[in-house]
T-cell receptor
């Protein structure tokens, strides 16, 4: 079992829809939770991260972590065609090497 | 400020050939990483370097070697390429902000081994 699991999609939504992207993780020691966006044939770029449980909002994006259920979510409001990309969740501990463990990514397509 | 740069962008090798993938960052980061990305597998860590002069194995190090040439540069070498090493390779560098390891990625190298 992978430490971070993610549905690969693809997820197709109409422009303006609210998108929900999700991951589950198994390592209770994970404290940092990140979301990366990767456009086709490009490197991943960091969207946002949260520490421990709770919500964090940045414009149209909201990251949510529920440590009790080991569930990570990214919500995109008013989705745009430019949001079409693969979204990768990643987690790490806050001690030791703190290497990131990535999910396999969910491909999102926002239809105009 | 170019961020993380990688060369080459594309490469085709024959089985048994060797090559070195180059990576450089201009953000003065201490830590650097090499990942491979395969369909359905996500990003898997090959090697990393926490600081200049140190390197450590990641999840999938077999068949690879690395060199942290200086603080800016971190190279990945395939001594005898195999078809299983066909992948997209990403270099990243990072700094810790408020305890989180924020990694910045290069554009990738697409490698095909025939």
């Amino acid at each position: 079992q992978k430490e971070v699991e993610q549905d690969p999609g693809p997820l197709s939504v109409p422009e303006g829809a609210i998108v929900s992207l999700n991951c589950t993780y198994s390592n209770s020691a994970f404290q940092y939770f990140m979301w990366y966006r990767q456009y086709s044939r490009k490197g991943p770029e960091l969207l946002m991260y949260t520490y421990s449980s709770g919500n964090k909002e940045d414009g149209r994006f909201t990251a949510q972590v529920d440590k009790s259920s080991k569930y990570i979510s990214l919500f995109i409001r008013d989705s745009q065609p430019s949001d079409s990309a693969t979204y990768l969740c990643a987690s790490s501990t806050n001690t030791g090497r703190r290497a990131l463990t990535f999910g396999s990514g969910t491909r999102l397509q926002v239809q105009p | 400020n170019a961020g993380v740069t990688q060369t080459p962008k594309f490469q085709v090798l024959k089985t048994g050939q060797s090559m070195t993938l180059q990576c450089a960052q201009d953000m003065n980061h201490n830590s650097m990483y090499w990942y491979r990305q395969d369909p359905g597998m996500g990003l898997r860590l090959i090697y990393y370097s926490a600081s200049e002069g140190t390197t450590d194995k990641g999840e999938v190090p077999n068949g690879y070697n690395v060199s942290r040439l200086n603080k800016r540069e971190f190279s990945l070498r395939l001594e005898s390429a195999a078809p299983s090493q066909t992948s997209v390779y990403f270099c990243a560098s990072s700094e810790f902000r408020q305890g989180a390891d924020e990694q910045f990625f290069g554009p990738g190298t697409r490698l095909t081994v025939l």
